[in-house]
């Protein structure tokens, strides 16, 4: 089993839409928790932090559920911009030298 | 604005050449960098973990003596590809992690060609 698994899609939805994107990780030692970006031949971007109390950014929304130890992502009113690969990361502090664990991506394209 | 600098973000080299791929974290200081590798269509693969002051640390399968790794000083991490083969051809990422976030920030990569 993978330290970290994410649904590789790919989602495809059209513009508006909204899209949720789970992560579920191994390590119930993990400490720290994000969502990056990535576009095509691009490198990883930071997308937002995840907390378990919740946060949200404009129309990104992420939730981390320890108990269950997963992650979810959600994007509200799609853009054509926000197509792309959404990487899950897990990091913990303790361990590996805080080494991030990253998932294999879930794809999204949002079409017109 | 980019906080790592990666360069060069392409390299098409001969069989055999050693190539080296700078990292610089340009707004804070990174005691912890990673080099990291991505084929087409995959995830990440960590290859090691950049030391400031101390030796690397590298994952399994991944040969030290081939991808030699310099953290020299607290904004400077190098990997060096050396005697490349075209199977070492793929898209080198490296990144900073800062620490008082426990967040990476990623350079724009670098794509390498072996003939």
């Known amino acids: 089993r993978k330290e970290v698994e994410q649904d590789p899609g790919p989602f495809n939805v059209p513009e508006g839409a909204t899209v949720a994107f789970n992560c579920t990780y191994s390590n119930s030692a993990s400490q720290s928790f994000f969502w990056y970006r990535q576009d095509c031949r691009k490198e990883p971007k930071l997308l937002m932090s995840v907390y378990s109390s919740g946060n949200e950014d404009g129309r990104f929304t992420a939730q981390l559920n320890r108990a269950s130890q997963y992650i979810s992502l959600l994007i509200r009113d799609s853009k054509l911009s926000d197509s792309a690969t959404y990487l899950c990361v897990v990091s913990a502090h303790n361990t590996n030298a805080g080494k991030s664990t990253f998932g294999d991506g879930t794809t999204l394209t949002v079409k017109p | 604005g980019a906080v790592v600098s990666q360069h060069p973000s392409r390299v098409i080299c001969k069989s055999g050449t050693s190539v080296k791929i700078e990292c610089r974290s340009l707004?804070?200081?990174?005691?912890?960098m990673f080099w990291y590798r991505q084929f087409p269509k995959k995830s990440l693969m960590l290859m090691a973990t950049s030391n400031e002051g101390s030796k690397a640390t590298y994952e399994q399968g991944v040969e030290k003596d081939k991808f030699l790794i310099n953290h020299a000083s607290l904004t400077l991490s190098t990997l060096t590809v050396t005697s490349a083969h075209p199977e070492d051809s793929s898209f080198y990422i490296c990144s900073a992690r800062w620490e008082g976030k426990n967040i990476q920030y990623f350079g724009a990569g670098t794509r390498l060609s072996v003939l």
């Open positions: 707004d804070f200081q990174a005691t912890t």
